[in-house]
């Protein structure tokens, strides 16, 4: 039977589903809710009109990672550009797990974390959150160090909780826990404190970003950024040629004018309080900290509530077990958007 040459351990595994995308209000994947302007997509169709089709993309991305490096204030050679982080997230993985070696992260956390773990034949040991959904600091050491983990993934703002790790507890995680420590900050835009300062400081920090949350999700571009030693370790792993032409060409465009994230940005951050205000004005719900591009809400009949918003062609992601089965995570849309949302939930 061929199904004797598959993997045993992956043999109850679920394929991760990103479900339908043609709904008419994506409040469900925390992407960017404005397209990039019409004067940048010309600009944009004429390089692409440009490109070299026939031969292989800089397999190092270097131009990318050198303006990259300047956006984030840091040095090009200690930035890799990935296939989106979720490819960093794999690259790290199949870098440091051999068979059988346990990685941390908290629960809930992003689901990436655990499946390219358990990809790579590693084993996802999760840390429970606390009432308020909260990171309870020095346990999380302790387990990770008693655990023995090589790996440790905490999202920083949170994805699905929105809630942030204070920067003295990243330092201390850092240095209490006794493996490489990942910091992905995906949605730093949206909160504006970042640990990259101290990549060269220790040993064993990888921070991750992204461009998907600040208006570029279409071209999948990621970071990981960490010092020379991780560096050279972690490029024995990278595919070659991982990030196209086209992005590679996409992202110079933007990150050249970087002004255009920030406004993206300051867009996304005033509508964050339009719409948590709204929401905060209904009966019964219960909103946590929003740090990022999303409010997680907690309101009974949160599965009702999201099918029923559905049929107006309005997703947001909800959840079917665990500590948020009453809980919706909203990403923040346009004000049309967020109106067309607000009418329909309650
Ligand atoms: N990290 C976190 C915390 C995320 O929420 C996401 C996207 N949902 C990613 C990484 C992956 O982003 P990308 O689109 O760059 O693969």
């Known amino acids: 039977m061929i199904q004797d ?4 351990d992956l043999g109850d595994f679920e394929s991760y589903s990103a479900g339908k995308t043609d709904y008419k209000v994506r409040l469900n994947a925390n992407e960017s809710f404005t397209n990039l302007d019409f004067e940048t997509r010309k600009e944009i169709g004429t390089v692409i009109e440009n490109s070299i089709y026939n031969r292989y993309p800089d397999p190092d991305a270097l131009e990318v990672c050198d303006l990259y490096a300047k956006y984030a204030n840091v040095l090009g ?16 993985a199949h870098t440091f797990l051999n068979t059988g070696d346990k990685v941390a992260m908290q629960s809930p956390d992003f689901s990436m ?73 995906a949605y730093f835009e949206f ?39 991780l560096m050279s370790e972690l490029k024995k792993v990278k595919p070659p040629y991982n990030v196209n032409s086209i992005t590679q060409s996409i992202a110079c465009v933007i990150l050249k004018k970087p002004e255009i994230i920030y406004n993206n940005v300051k867009n996304i951050l005033a509508e964050r309080v339009y719409l948590w205000e709204k929401l905060s004005c209904i009966n019964g ?62």
């Open 5 to 8: 040459i598959f993997r045993k």
């Open 77 to 92: 050679i200690n930035v890799m550009a990935g296939n989106g982080s979720d490819e960093c997230i794999q690259i790290i």
């Open 113 to 185: 974390y655990g499946l390219y773990t358990k990809v790579a034949g590693g084993i996802p040991i999760e840390f429970p959150l606390g009432a308020e959904l909260e990171l309870d600091v020095d346990g999380f050491i302790s387990m990770a160090n008693s655990e023995k983990v090589k790996i440790v993934f905490l999202s920083n703002p949170n994805n699905p909780t929105g809630n942030i790790i204070k920067r003295e507890d990243i330092i201390k995680i850092i240095e209490g826990c006794k493996c490489i420590v990942v910091i992905d900050e």
């Open 191 to 229: 909160y504006g404190e970042s640990i990259l300062d101290k990549i060269d400081f220790y040993d064993n920090l990888i921070v991750l970003r992204t461009c998907s949350k600040i208006g570029l999700a279409a071209i999948r571009l990621g970071f990981m950024i960490t010092n020379n030693v």
């Open 285 to 346: 719900i219960k909103l946590y900290k929003a740090k990022a591009n999303f409010i997680l809400v907690e309101i009974p009949n949160a599965l009702e509530i999201k099918e029923k918003l559905l049929k107006q062609s309005i997703n947001v992601r909800s959840y079917t077990s665990g500590k948020l089965l009453n809980c919706l995570r909203i990403t923040i849309g346009s004000r049309e958007e967020n109106n067309c949302l607000l009418k329909n939930i309650i």
